[in-house]
């Protein structure tokens, strides 16, 4: 059976068709590296059934029965222009590569290739998704009918918004600094089209999301052999960053290793491709924006202080969304009319008790979580008015009261078992997942693996 997309916290989904079974269960392997939801299809019929608008990249093989690669190619280009379409083919020539770049193909991979180098082809394919898909948010009929990228009722936003636009008319770095979910990609973009390189391309990494031992090829290029599976020269995100924006979110991701040639590019503009001994010169304004406390990981020296200082020329706090209640309804409204427009329907609007459950809520997962809410509840409502329950939020648990809060007293215990009692929370608060224990003790994944060893957790 394919697999069925599901509501999860994946931060993309591919999908793959390929009448090889073998094949498609190969490709999962390889892709599991990447936080993808694989979406599988047979032959390029089903692979047309399973097309929807939230395939961020669809790979495709080439002769498939019922509907070939270039057939579904031409559907999804009509469809879902926004959508990468990476052809796969175990033979092939050069006129055949050609049309199919003519067509609208975004890569031609001949098999066999090696899984890191498809594992970095639907990376830079999903920052290409990302970028089409802003571009043409931005310039819809949303703009012309008054709903502006951010809503700025309350007097932290206003400020925000007055901030961006006098740093938008320079070219200093910039790092944007917030919560998960409160927006921070969208104000890197709205910096980039509001700066004099808006018609420059604006290219975006998630230093999160890309392999380790592929984020120095991604960022800088390499060079034809520099590792297996390089079997052509590529230009890195720098280099089709050049005169326009290098966005790099998740900046507290970026390995020590690679900081120093990150810091090395900031300071000159000099980069070399992995493999090459050739010096090259870009011109792009980079953008960096995080959710953990790089002072802290300064101090502890999981970044350097050299590059924080870099990066830290403009900096701009994105406020959470309950410290901004002001905008929660104004936003909500913005983004059902959004919704309304994208499913060409007529209207959609909040009861009164719905806009209550709004407003107490406390929004843990900022505007993400409500756009998220808001979707869920369009999707399923009996009408065009959205009731409470068509929400489906539950309410913050009410802090316990003094009496009743347990104090852990410290006094006695050595270092090695105050550290164990705070892996032990860490987990239990962040329910197991080794990504989030990472993130709120501020370590490394690999540490918190090493920790719970350790204390054989």
């Not at 600094?177 to 018609?199: C, D, N, P, V, Y």
């Not at 701009?316 to 309804?329: M, Y």
């Not at 209550?356 to 997962?365: F, I, K, N, Q, R």
């Amino acid at each position: 059976m394919p697999n069925q997309p599901t509501a999860s916290s994946k931060i993309f989904s591919v999908l793959v068709a390929d009448d090889d079974s073998n094949f498609r269960a190969t490709l999962g392997r390889v892709l599991r590296r990447l936080d993808c939801e694989i979406v599988e299809a047979g032959d390029g019929l089903e692979a047309q059934r399973r097309m929807t608008e939230k395939i961020a990249v669809a790979v495709i093989d080439l002769e498939m029965p019922r509907a070939t690669g270039r057939d579904f190619l031409a559907y999804a280009k009509k469809r879902f222009p926004d959508t990468p379409v990476i052809i796969l083919s175990g033979r092939g020539n050069v006129s055949q590569i050609v049309r199919l770049m003519e067509d609208g193909a975004f890569w031609y991979l001949e098999k066999p290739f090696e899984p890191e180098e498809l594992v970095a082809l639907i990376t830079r394919a999903w920052s290409h998704y990302e970028l089409q898909k802003s571009n043409r948010m931005y310039r819809s009929g949303l703009r012309n009918s008054g709903l502006t990228p951010f809503v700025s009722s309350s007097p932290v936003m206003a400020d925000l918004l007055l901030k961006i636009e006098k740093l938008c008319e320079l070219d200093s770095t910039v790092l944007l600094t917030g919560e998960t979910g409160t927006g921070k990609s969208s104000i890197a973009r709205l910096i980039h089209q509001k700066s004099k390189r808006s018609e420059e391309p604006f290219v975006t990494i998630n230093c999160a999301a890309v392999p380790r031992d592929l984020l120095e090829s991604e960022l800088f290029g390499h060079e034809k052999g520099a590792f297996t599976g390089a079997h052509a020269a590529r230009a890195g995100s720098v280099e089709v960053a050049d005169r326009g924006t290098l966005f790099l979110d998740e900046i507290g991701d970026l390995p020590l290793e690679l900081q120093p040639k990150l810091l090395s590019f900031l300071q000159d503009g000099r980069y070399r491709r992995v493999g090459g001994a050739v010096e090259h010169i870009a011109d792009a304004r980079v953008i960096v924006a995080t959710n953990r406390d790089l002072e802290s990981m300064c101090r502890e020296r999981l970044f350097r202080e050299d590059l924080y200082f870099r990066v830290n020329v403009l900096s701009l706090q994105i406020p959470p969304l309950r410290s901004r209640r002001e905008d929660i309804l104004p936003l909500a409204n913005q983004v059902l009319a959004r919704i309304a427009a994208s499913r060409h329907k007529g209207k959609y609007s909040l009861s009164t008790t719905a806009q209550s459950s709004m407003l107490a809520h406390e929004w843990p997962g900022n505007v993400r979580e409500l756009e998220n809410v808001l979707e869920r509840a369009t999707a399923f409502a009996e009408g065009s008015v959205l009731e409470e329950k068509d929400l489906g939020m539950t309410q913050p648990t009410p802090a316990p009261e003094a009496s009743e809060t347990r104090f852990i007293s410290l006094d006695g215990l050595s270092l090695e078992e105050i550290e164990e009692i705070a892996i032990k929370n860490a987990l239990q608060a962040c329910k197991g997942n080794k990504t989030q224990v990472a993130k709120a003790l501020g370590i490394s994944q690999k540490s918190v693996y090493n920790k719970m060893l350790k204390f054989g957790l």
